[in-house]
C-alpha cells in the first residue's frame, strides 16, 4: 500500500536513528506486510526446489540484482513458501542513465548467489528458467508495473524533466532498457562458456 507519511512523526521519536528515518521518509512511501513467524533463509536448512531456485537467479540476473549471497540471501521463508525481500540492490543501471544503454548485455555474475547450488548445472538449469520465463516479460507487463510507481518517485532523481510527461518518461525509459536487457540475455545469463559457476 502507498502511506503518506507525516513530516512531524520524526518531531516526538525520542531514538536519534528513527527519527532521522522518519524525517528523511516523509510523504508518499511504500508500505509493505508483516510475514509474522517468518524466517530467514538458510540455505543449510531448507532446500528450494531446483526449478524454484532457477527462476529466482534468472530473475536476480534480469534486473541485476546484486545482494543475494549466502551472507546477506534478503530471502524468508513463510509458511513452507519462499518470499524475496529487499529489493534496494536491483535496477541500479538508473543510477546514471547516462550510460545505462551500454550495460544491457553486462554479464551475470551468479557464482555468489544463494540459490545457485540448488539450481543442479547452473547453465541447463538458468537456459530452463529462461525457456520458461523470457517469454512473460512483455512491454505490456513493463507499463503495467511501472505504471503502478507514484510520478514522484520516478521524477526524484531529475533525470526525465518534471510534471507527468517526466514521469512517463522514466517509466519508458525502465521498460526499454529492461527489454533490451531482454533480448541480450545470451551475454548476461551465465553458461557454460562464463565462468560463473558456484564453487
Known amino acids: 500500500v502507498l502511506v503518506d507519511v507525516d513530516p512531524e512523526l520524526g518531531r516526538v521519536e525520542p531514538d536519534q536513528e528513527v527519527q532521522d528515518l522518519l524525517r528523511s521518509s516523509a510523504g508518499e512511501n511504500l508500505g509493505v506486510d508483516f510475514l509474522p513467524s517468518s524466517l530467514g533463509f538458510d540455505p543449510l536448512v531448507w532446500a528450494p526446489d531446483p526449478v524454484l531456485a532457477a527462476n529466482v537467479v534468472w530473475f536476480d540476473a534480469l534486473v541485476e540484482n546484486v545482494d543475494r549471497s549466502w551472507r546477506n540471501p534478503n530471502l524468508l521463508i513463510w509458511h513452507g513458501r519462499l518470499w524475496l525481500i529487499d529489493h534496494g540492490a536491483t535496477l541500479y543501471f538508473a543510477h546514471s542513465w547516462r550510460t545505462a544503454a551500454d550495460?544491457?548485455?553486462?554479464?551475470?555474475?551468479?557464482?555468489?548467489?544463494?540459490?545457485?547450488?540448488?539450481?543442479?548445472?547452473?547453465?541447463?538449469?538458468?537456459?530452463?528458467?529462461?525457456?520458461?520465463?523470457?517469454?512473460?516479460?512483455?512491454?505490456?507487463?513493463?507499463?503495467?508495473?511501472?505504471?503502478?510507481?507514484?510520478?514522484?518517485?520516478?521524477?526524484?532523481d531529475g533525470a526525465f524533466g518534471d510534471g507527468p510527461e517526466g514521469a512517463d518518461a522514466a517509466r519508458a525509459a525502465y521498460r526499454d532498457h529492461l527489454l533490451a536487457r531482454l533480448a541480450r540475455r545470451a551475454q548476461w545469463l551465465p553458461s557454460d562458456s562464463l565462468p560463473y559457476e558456484p564453487a
Do not use: I, Q
Open 103 to 156: 550495460k544491457t548485455g553486462r554479464a551475470y555474475d551468479a557464482a555468489g548467489h544463494v540459490l545457485a547450488g540448488f539450481v543442479g548445472p547452473l547453465a541447463a538449469g538458468l537456459a530452463a528458467a529462461d525457456a520458461r520465463l523470457a517469454d512473460r516479460v512483455d512491454a505490456l507487463l513493463l507499463d503495467e508495473v511501472t505504471a503502478l510507481v507514484p510520478d514522484a518517485w520516478l521524477l526524484a
